[in-house]
């Protein structure tokens, strides 16, 4: 059974930092594009960052230079450190993950659209404060 539980969420000042945490099980880790999606009140759910198992990374262009993905391969969790946080920044975070090979072959682990993940997690709350 695919679990994917984010955890770190909270209420920050402008500036301020949170690092967020997603565990993942039930699927091979290895072989899955795993990513952060933010869903602001009102407004669609966008891709925010995205980490591949050969290592590579895609930001969104509003994140990057701010926030930083990274992965703990042996601990199946993924984290999403956020520096320099902004008001726009507050929503709802998801921890997702989507297979790297698909029918077409390989297909390169961005975030600019969420089809395609078929596993979500519950989310976790992010607001940044003025």
């Known amino acids: 059974q695919v679990q994917m539980v984010e955890s770190g969420g909270g209420s920050v000042q402008a500036g301020g930092s949170l690092r967020l945490s997603c565990d993942a099980s039930g699927f091979t880790y290895s072989t899955y594009c795993i990513a952060w999606f933010r869903q602001a009140t009102g407004k669609e759910r966008e891709g925010v960052a995205g980490a591949a198992s050969d290592g590579s990374t895609s930001y969104a262009d509003s994140v990057k230079g701010r926030f930083t993905i990274s992965k703990d391969n042996a601990k199946k969790t993924v984290y999403l450190q956020m520096n320099s946080l902004k008001p726009e920044d507050t929503a709802m975070y998801y921890c997702?993950?989507?297979?790297?090979?698909?029918?077409?072959?390989?297909?390169?682990?961005?975030?600019?659209?969420?089809?395609?993940?078929?596993?979500w997690g519950q989310g976790t709350q992010v607001n940044v404060s003025s």
């Open positions: 997702t993950a989507r297979p790297l090979w698909i029918t077409g072959g390989y297909s390169p682990c961005g975030v600019q659209s969420p089809r395609g993940f078929g596993y």
